[in-house]
């Protein structure tokens, strides 16, 4: 499953690059690596998961509201990427920050446009958790255990569904639909009670 979602990251990541190909310039988007620390005698990247919390509005100690610079303060060892924000189902242009340890996602960052203020966070990596429990790769029906009246609705513009968890201000999204959703003779805004529990999530939007 791990292989999975890494491979499905790694080719979402490489739509989004095509998608703003005539947008970035990819020779002044390299990779930078902040401050990597290094297990002694081996290549790997250390990065404390618990210290990583996805709470109401932040993740960590990192918050919307600050600055990119200021959310950067909060941690090291990551290696950082510039992506379209398109790849989270953000539109209208601008820049967004993917952030990886050992080539795995751990979570993004999407500023607002005008200006470089987290909009939201996006926690991607399985080792995350949430405040109650759950990771960002959660199957529909370990969600129906925390949420019982929990409603799948649908993205119409990006074409995938995703749950709402509006106290604590968090989308579960899933780039996929359920089969019902694609009747188009039907009201396909309208929330519905989950069918597919094998659905999982591939990250967690906190705004």
């Known amino acids: 499953m791990k292989l999975f979602l890494s491979t499905f990251l790694a080719v979402l ?36 998961f ?54 795995d996602p751990v979570f993004g960052l999407i500023p607002k446009r005008d200006n470089d203020t987290v909009l939201c966070i996006i926690a991607a990596h399985e080792k995350l958790r949430t405040t109650n429990g759950l990771n960002p790769t959660v199957f529909v029906r370990e969600l129906l255990k925390e949420y019982p009246q929990m409603m799948i609705e649908l993205d119409v513009m990006n074409m995938w569904n995703f749950f709402e968890d509006e106290t604590n201000e968090w989308r579960f999204v899933f780039d996929q639909v359920q089969n019902e959703d694609i009747d188009y003779g039907t009201d396909i805004e309208t929330p519905k009670k989950p069918t597919d529990l094998s659905m999982q999530s591939n990250w967690i939007t906190i705004y």
């Open 50 to 103: 618990d210290q990583f919390k996805i709470q109401k509005n932040q993740l960590g100690e990192i918050k919307i509201g600050m600055t990119i610079s200021e959310a950067e303060s909060h941690f090291n060892g990551l290696e950082k990427k510039t992506v379209d924000p398109f790849c989270f189902g953000f539109d209208g242009g601008g820049l967004a920050y993917l952030y990886s340890v050992n080539s």
């Open 13 to 48: 990541l490489l739509q989004c690059q095509s998608h703003v190909k005539s947008e970035i310039d990819p020779t002044s988007k390299a990779i930078d690596t902040l401050n990597p620390i290094i297990i002694a005698n081996t290549d790997s990247i250390v990065f404390d």
